[in-house]
């Protein structure tokens, strides 16, 4: 009697095979992004294999030199190699959506959780917090604190983590909210179950799409972010190649020039952008939908023969 | 709803309070800084002021709660904002002049990212999944993923590389010379206006596709109105309230970008002021740029919140 049991459990395929089936199958688009992710996540760890020139050799004897089968997307004003310095870019990039992404996600689980389950007096003066600090423009209070603590890859993450985790508390908050009304919840306090327990046994565990979503997304802006900060001199200080200071100011007295230093850091750092965006809204579709910002495919039932059709021939989300 | 109105202004109060403690802490975080670049900076020949003399003359030299107090003193009793560290001038002329320049931005900007959003959501709501819905959809996620920075970049190069045209560098305003003004402010505008206009568009047409498939509707067509009755009478209004809040929503990503593009256009706005105080950290200026924003921002959202009552008659303020 134990074997066809055995067998329906070897037959059911497992969370991720099954998460990622559905990917392919419902959403090509974010597929695409998150291959694009997977991607630049390569040529950054890859950076020093892929680059066929160092990102900071000055050969000033090539400056300014069209794209050629030597370098292939030209040289910028220094005589350095520009596909080397993209390749050297996604690495900063990758860096900085990663950490940055962890870094406001835990910030926003820590802020949200203890915000949600609490709520009352804690949870009204961490709101007042949040509300004030969400009603200056980002780039202000981002600028702000880089002026404080100066440039540098740190900097930037520490500054865009805590600017994104803060914002970002709320949807944690909400989705706590959620949970907590839940009944296991009133019955593990019930058996005298720690507040510490609850929240990591119980409501964690039930967040959990959420915050992967906001890791998704968080990671998209932080890349942004990071680009802006270095376009405008309070990010990366230079040697170090990254998308958004390439097309700095300064450098764009040389692009009347040489317009392809204009366009190959600005096509890398958009086709990425897309694509975690494309990723992430995906994601969102397929893990949450009550964070869902479409309709889905049930929104299309009854709304015209096409899609009604297609929604009766796959009932299955 | 006048009485509603007073409280939300009452209410702003506490809250403005907790963003000037903010901005005021974000500023003095690391103290010392702005006075170690004046040292730095002095000319060799001067009499060397001392450290000592130069933090009490700009007022550092007492507990940080005194400043604080001082500078929200005189906030309070006759909107004085204090003085640069640098030119020694009064703050809030300084500040409030930038304000219409950038004014005049963010309005072009939003007007042309609603013209662009609101008609483009709609059409890709009423022709689901059509060839055009594509379209729109991803324009719309390329509108958000596009670094305003580097569109800013392209539309300085290249019409100059191609056509030998660029936008004007010296500000005028609307009403000297309404064509070199429009021609500097056009550009950046259409770009800020692009980012907002992405999200704009997705909410309306998410909200659109919810709207047209309620009872009411059917009822519309029923009785034979035309589809522009039933698209942008009965449908659009209910559509609208959440479009207005992500607009409001919106309005702090437009103000932050105008720093970047006024960067790239030289549109001597708020955004130019708030980048040059930053390299030089001058404090007083940087606070100004950072509550006046927040209160308009604070206003919008106030703006945001009446509109409803306009929008859905069954909301009631009392």
Not at chain 1, 197 to 213: D, E, G, Q, W
Not at chain 1, 297 to 316: D, F, I, Q, V
């Amino acid at each position: 009697m134990t074997e066809p049991i055995d067998e329906i459990v070897k037959k059911k395929p497992s969370r991720f095979a099954d998460f990622m089936r559905r990917l392919v199958k419902e959403k090509p688009l974010a597929t695409i992004g998150g291959v694009i992710v997977i991607f630049m996540f390569l040529v950054g760890i890859f950076a020093n294999f892929l680059s066929p020139y160092p990102y900071d050799e000055n050969q000033i004897k090539i400056r300014l030199q069209p794209p050629s089968v030597e370098h292939i997307l030209g040289t910028d004003q220094l005589g350095r190699d520009q596909l080397s310095r993209i390749i050297w870019g996604a690495r900063v990039s990758m860096i900085v959506g990663v950490a940055g992404a962890a870094l406001s996600t835990v910030i926003a689980t820590l802020i949200g959780l203890l915000s949600g389950f609490y709520g009352g007096k804690f949870d009204i003066i961490m709101q007042r917090f949040v509300d004030g600090w969400m009603s200056f423009p980002a780039l202000f209070l981002v600028l702000s604190i880089m002026s404080l603590v100066g440039p540098g890859l740190m900097q930037v993450i520490l500054v865009l983590g805590l600017l994104m985790g803060i914002a970002q508390s709320r949807i944690v908050r909400s989705a706590v909210i959620g949970i907590k009304r839940n009944i296991y919840v009133e019955a593990s306090k019930a058996i005298g179950a720690s507040d510490i327990t609850i929240l990591i046994r119980h409501i964690l565990p039930n967040i959990m799409a959420p915050i992967i979503v906001i890791f998704t997304l968080a990671m998209g802006t932080a890349i942004l972010g990071e680009a802006t900060l270095s376009f405008l001199g309070f990010g990366i200080p230079p040697p170090m190649p990254t998308w958004g200071s390439m097309l700095s100011v300064e450098g764009r007295t040389y692009m009347y020039q040489a317009t392809w230093l204009a366009i190959w850091p600005g096509v890398a750092l958009g086709v990425v952008v897309w694509g975690i965006n494309m990723f992430g809204d995906g994601l969102r579709d397929l893990l949450d939908p009550r964070l869902r910002g479409g309709l889905g495919r049930y929104g299309n039932m009854g709304l015209g023969k096409k899609a009604g059709k297609k929604a009766k021939l796959k009932p299955t989300a | 709803m006048r009485a509603y109105i007073i409280r939300r202004l009452l209410l702003l109060i506490p809250t403005l309070f907790l963003i000037t403690i903010i901005i005021f802490l974000l500023a003095r975080l690391v103290p010392g800084t702005a006075i170690d670049l004046m040292l730095a900076q002095q000319p060799a020949t001067q009499d060397q002021i001392g450290r000592a003399a130069l933090e009490h003359e700009l007022g550092f030299d007492v507990p940080i709660h005194i400043q604080y107090v001082r500078w929200i003193g005189a906030i309070i009793t006759h909107g004085d904002l204090g003085d640069s560290l640098w030119s020694r001038q009064s703050v809030a002329p300084n500040v409030l002049r930038r304000f219409p320049i950038s004014f005049e931005l963010w309005f072009i900007a939003i007007l042309i990212g609603l013209l662009i959003a609101i008609p483009i959501g709609i059409y890709s709501a009423i022709r689901q999944d059509s060839v055009g819905d594509y379209i729109a959809r991803g324009f719309a996620i390329a509108c958000i993923a596009l670094p305003s920075f580097w569109l800013g970049t392209l539309v300085m190069v290249f019409p100059s590389v191609w056509w030998r045209w660029s936008p004007p560098v010296e500000y005028l305003s609307f009403f000297q010379n309404p064509g070199q003004n429009l021609q500097m402010f056009l550009p950046p505008a259409i770009i800020l206006g692009m980012g907002l206009s992405g999200m704009v568009m997705r909410m309306t047409r998410t909200m659109m596709l919810e709207v047209l498939r309620q009872d009411y509707i059917r009822t519309a067509w029923s009785k034979g109105l035309t589809e522009k009755v039933v698209v942008l009478r009965h449908a659009m209004k209910n559509a609208l309230i959440p479009i207005v809040t992500i607009i409001g929503l919106q309005i702090p990503a437009v103000i932050g970008g105008s720093i970047i593009l006024e960067t790239i256009f030289q549109i001597p706005g708020v955004g130019r002021l708030m980048i040059d105080t930053v390299f030089n950290r001058d404090y007083p200026i940087l606070q100004g740029i950072n509550l006046i924003t927040a209160a308009i921002v604070l206003l919008v959202n106030l703006g945001v919140d009446m509109t409803y009552a306009y929008l859905d008659p069954r909301v009631h303020y009392e």
